[in-house]
């Protein structure tokens, strides 16, 4: 039969579906079977000769025919599963039907009236599959969809290679299969590698696209500040009624981590054979993040220790979450399989740096973004993983990569998600005194990067990248400077040797942060002043020795501590302070941070162009709700502080991008609030600094270290200057790197880290961004597009 035949007949019976007011009987197979049996459409026709006004029309006029359609089209898949899908027909028709209820699902799950439908049992639909028993254990529609995909997902011939050589008696008992042997990649707990089969991997995408919809309910529900709701769809497919759990996380997570994009290792090899394997790739990647979708704050996690066994996953420790995914994902403890993940994740993160300096040599591939959520998912629930990261200097092929992210997307707003995941992962990252020790390895990948040239170590691009960003990224990053700026805290005590360029950028941002305007023009951006001065008090202590460029750009500044010292408190001068930031409002001067020409073969960040849609993000929870403070002993263990009382602490309790006592208000519905300036707030009258304010935090700037530190040297240097008649700065260098301040130096203070802790507002922040990212990447079909989604909003640019 020709596919144009086929189609119109799929056409007409969709058109008869629409029109007949009486209910269609489930019995009436000649009816249903138009809409599978005979037909091979692909799902982008599937989309096309169902529209979207029909699917709602069915829905309101004739709602007993959309259930029975859905109701047939799950029994034809659960007949596929039960048969092994050997005939080609057989395979047709479980196709046909995951491709109709990937298009027909959404309508269903934007009507709150229809929400609960396919959890309700379906008489005749029993457990065994046999109907005879009574309603009782009839399984609700969902779980039987559920169960059919995850067979049919390693169906032999189908979605896996088959185990049998002869044809006679090629049937293999689908219920006695042992899908742990039909992994689809090695990898983690599996050593072979299946022959790539192009058929194969299409059949599992479209299964994957099947689950990736059903699991989208959590789209049409409104973002909840408690996220204590889980998906009921994740939590059966990931609990221990899915007996393909195991088999299932390993071919996820394995095709991911092994999935190579420039080819087999040769360079533009990919312009000669189409790579059919990331499509799989990125919906693996998908279902992967949205199955871990999980409250690590709320619920019992693993702990780290736990003895190793000869298995992939740590038997060792407690039963952990209920979530068998999360569970697996949190049990992995095998060095080479924390190398296998770690590896292939650098990889793909790489991959579009490739691009900038061998343009074309790899395909470029597109889900970083999910990449990233993966990456922040394995490090949080599993904490033996984080460790390993951290172990060598490999964390820096993971730093490098969203260090590239974060610079190239500062100007672009419909990349906000994009920039506070991978803040949120360095934040996590720096709480581990590892990562700031890593730090100190010399930069030299020259990965053509829109910043000033410099030479020196990973710490000087991660803080001429912050510099940047907080300089001349868009309003909606105003939010996350706390965050930037207390991962430069975290790292700084262990920072060997500063750049003459990175010491220049941090003091640039002290400037900029002290000015009287921007100070008095909000309540809380004097705690980004105290954030830099941890930094120089953290380096002074602690790596006074090897960095005399950051030591001798504090002599060459100094009068920005003394203004600081000096701070006005009277009223009045408050007040001229504000009056002069309303005539002139440039963000944050650029001017004094010799800015230097940038990278050769780099591109200007870019931003959005217009008319580029977007989701919008809850707001993320404050750095006090954020973080939690911990206290290195002389040991170098961590002791958890005591939380102090709001008042006087440096990081204030305050909401990111939203105002305080609205911490759930959707950013979007409104143009952002310049929180960080002078906003509406003075004039109304809601908030004015006043003479008591200022002096309730001017007494606590921790700035004898560095008063200190120059009472003593300056004089030092200016004698030098004199005697020599210098000008020359080499050698006032070459004097402070042999100084010493010891002995004259206030006593070390205790090193104070923030450490990343889990909470529900991020859990909530993650799920909404992750969704957003997986509704908008994708486009073919679009599974979503138009219909009504509640967890987030969808604006052009």
């Known amino acids: 039969m020709g596919s144009a035949d086929s189609k119109l007949n799929f056409r007409k019976a969709v058109i008869q579906l629409t029109t007949k007011t009486q209910p269609v009987e489930a019995t009436d197979d000649a009816f249903w079977d138009q809409f599978w049996a005979d037909t091979a459409t692909s799902v982008q026709d599937v989309f096309a000769l169902v529209p979207a006004a029909e699917i709602r029309a069915v829905r309101e006029e004739s709602p007993s025919n959309l259930a029975t359609l859905c109701y047939k089209a799950v029994e034809k898949l659960v007949q596929g599963a039960e048969s092994g899908c050997h005939s080609e027909k057989e395979k047709q028709i479980v196709l046909n039907c995951s491709r109709l209820l990937t298009r027909v699902l959404p309508y269903i799950f934007e009507d709150p009236d229809w929400r609960g439908f396919f959890w309700s049992t379906v008489p005749g639909a029993g457990r065994g599959g046999q109907g005879e028993e ?78 990736l919809t059903c699991f989208s309910e959590a789209m049409y529900l409104p973002p909840a500040a408690d996220s204590g709701s889980a998906n009921p769809w994740v939590q059966f497919f990931c609990s221990t009624e899915n007996r393909h759990a195991l088999p299932l996380f390993t071919s996820l997570l394995n095709t991911v981590c092994a999935y190579d994009p420039v080819g087999y290792g040769i360079p533009y090899n990919h312009l000669l054979f189409s790579d059919y394997r990331e499509p799989l790739v ?37 039963p952990g979450p209920e979530n068998l995914f999360v569970n697996y994902l949190s049990r992995i403890h095998r060095e080479e399989d924390f190398q296998f993940v770690l590896k292939g994740m650098a990889r793909l993160l790489s991959n579009p740096l490739l691009q900038t300096y061998l343009p074309n040599s790899t395909k470029k591939i597109q889900f970083h973004q999910e990449l990233l959520v993966l990456f922040w998912k394995l490090c949080d629930f599993n904490k033996k993983f984080l460790f390993f990261v951290l172990k060598s200097s490999d964390v820096l092929d993971i730093l490098v990569p969203i260090l590239y992210f974060l610079n190239d997307a500062r100007a672009d707003q419909s990349r906000v998600g994009l920039m506070h995941i991978g803040v949120f992962i ?77 010491a220049n950028k941090l003091l640039h941002l002290l400037e900029a942060f002290s000015t009287t305007w921007f100070l008095f023009s909000s309540a809380q951006n004097h705690h980004l002043v105290f954030f830099l001065l941890e930094v120089f008090n953290n380096i002074i202590q602690y790596q006074f020795d090897g960095n005399s460029n950051l030591v001798y750009t504090i002599i060459r500044k100094r009068s920005v501590f003394h203004q600081l010292a000096n701070l006005p408190t009277d009223v009045p001068t408050i ?60 040991d170098g263990t961590l002791r958890s502080l005591d939380p102090e009382p709001q008042q006087n602490s440096a990081d204030g309790g305050r909401t990111m991008g939203t105002d305080e006592g609205d911490s759930w208000s959707r950013e979007p519905g409104h143009p952002w609030r310049e929180q960080r300036q002078l906003s509406s707030t003075a004039a109304s009258g809601q908030w004015s600094p006043t003479s008591e304010w200022v002096l309730s935090w001017k007494s606590k700037l921790p700035l004898q270290t ?50 990343y802790q889990a909470n529900s507002g991020t859990t909530t922040w993650f799920r909404t961004y992750m969704w957003g990212v997986i509704y908008l990447r994708n486009v073919d079909p679009p599974v979503w597009y138009d219909t009504d989604v509640k967890l987030f909003e969808i604006q052009r640019v």
């Open 282 to 318: 990125e919906e693996a990647a998908q279902v992967l993040i949205v199955t871990l979708d999980h409250d690590s704050a709320t619920s019992a996690s693993p702990t780290v220790d736990g003895t190793t066994t000869g298995t992939a996953m740590d038997d060792a420790d407690p």
């Open 426 to 502: 360095l934040l996590l990252l720096s709480g581990e005194r590892n990562f700031g020790v890593r730090l100190n390895k010399p930069y030299s990948v020259r990965v053509p990067m829109d910043i000033p040239v410099f030479t020196g170590t990973h710490a000087d691009l991660l803080i001429v990248v912050f510099h940047k960003i907080i300089t001349s990224g868009h309003q909606r990053l105003q939010p996350l400077f706390d965050c930037l700026l207390t991962i430069v805290v975290n790292v700084s005590p262990y920072l060997k040797s500063l750049s003459m360029v990175a």
């Open 575 to 634: 007040h001229k302070a504000l009056q002069r930031r309303r005539r002139a409002p440039e963000p944050l001067s650029r001017t004094g941070s010799q800015e230097g020409s940038s990278m050769e073969g780099s591109r200007p960040a870019a931003p959005a162009e217009p008319g580029t849609l977007k989701t919008s993000l809850v707001a993320t929870p404050g750095i006090d709700k954020l973080t939690e403070k911990s206290q290195v002993s002389e």
């Open 134 to 211: 009574d309603d009782e254990s009839a399984r609700p529609l969902a779980e039987s969809l559920l169960l059919a995909v995850a067979d049919l997902l390693f169906c032999p011939d189908f979605t896996v290679q088959s185990h049998r050589r002869s044809t006679v008696d090629s049937a293999e008992d689908v219920h006695s299969l042992d899908s742990c042997e039909y992994i689809w990649e090695a990898g983690v707990g599996f050593a072979h590698s299946p022959q790539p089969n192009y058929v194969h991997d299409m059949n599992r995408m479209e299964l994957l696209k099947l689950l």
């Open 706 to 755: 560095i008063m200190r530190l120059l009472q003593v040297l300056v004089p030092q240097v200016e004698k030098i200057c004199i005697d020599k008649g210098l000008t020359d700065e080499s050698e006032i260098l070459r004097f402070l790197q042999h100084g010493t301040l010891v002995g004259l130096l206030p006593v070390p203070h205790p090193i104070l880290i923030r450490k």
